[in-house]
């Protein structure tokens, strides 16, 4: 696993708090919830492309 991986998810993180705070001041509260399911979206799809790497690791490592 790489530390870039660890810093991009976290950038996201504070980029989708701070836009969700920015939304909920200006009364969009469903605008700030679907920027808060947005970047949970993104950072799971991340995640699935590192476990499929990972899945494919190991599937070459024990020869499966």
């Known amino acids: 696993m ?9 950038a996201v993180g504070i980029i989708v ?6 939304l909920i001041r200006s009364g969009r509260e469903e605008q ?3 920027t808060t399911l947005a970047g949970i979206i993104v950072v799971l799809m991340m995640l699935v492309q590192q476990i499929s790497i990972l899945f ?7 020869g499966l």
């Open 2 to 10: 790489d530390v870039d991986l660890i810093f991009r998810i976290a």
């Open 17 to 22: 708090a701070v836009l969700n705070q920015v």
């Open 32 to 34: 700030a919830m679907m």
């Open 56 to 62: 494919n690791t190991i599937k070459s490592v024990f």
